[in-house]
């Protein structure tokens, strides 16, 4: 079970309704998130109407991706996007195994210990790693436990320091 991906045409601006129907979401849901996310915030044209970056487009892309993929809540997705930006990594694109290309996911420690997956690089092309719903579970569950074993071990070094 893999989404196709979202290949972003080579142009310097984008108005909104390119960028809802690359994203596949409406307008509202766009500036809904320019609200809640301080990293997408496309500049506006003289007449007042957005215009997007590729980089913004991108943004959109990732925002998506944490909160209708990875069921992230606003609060979390805008914490991850912060840290992925802090860390200044770089998740590496991949094609399609067609393609002839293989998916190589990293992921990093913040500062604070936290794990996360590391930024889109611009040319968003990726992927889904799991090519089918028992692999994505798969994954889903082994996400689960690595977040428990973090909380244990974030109480562990609480308890130290108090």
């Not at 487009?57 to 993929?69: F, H, N, S, T």
């Amino acid at each position: 079970m893999s989404r196709p991906a979202v290949a972003i045409p080579e142009k310097l601006f984008f108005k909104i309704g390119e960028v809802c129907e690359l994203a596949g979401v409406q307008a509202h849901v766009l500036r809904y998130w320019e609200s809640e996310f301080p990293m997408l915030a496309p500049q506006k044209n003289r007449a007042g109407q957005r215009v997007y970056r590729k980089r913004d487009v991108e943004m959109a892309l990732r925002i998506k991706e944490l909160l209708y993929e990875d069921q992230y809540t606003i609060a979390g997705a805008k914490k991850r996007l912060t840290n992925e930006l802090r860390g200044g990594g770089k998740l590496k694109v991949v094609g399609s195994e067609e393609d002839g290309q293989t998916e190589t996911p990293s992921a990093e420690l913040n500062g604070e210990g936290e794990l996360f997956k590391t930024a889109p690089t611009p040319s968003y092309t990726r992927s889904v790693a799991p090519r089918t719903a028992e692999e994505r579970q798969g994954l889903k569950q082994l996400a689960s436990e690595l977040r428990e074993l973090l909380s244990l071990l974030e109480q562990e070094t609480k308890g130290r320091t108090k």
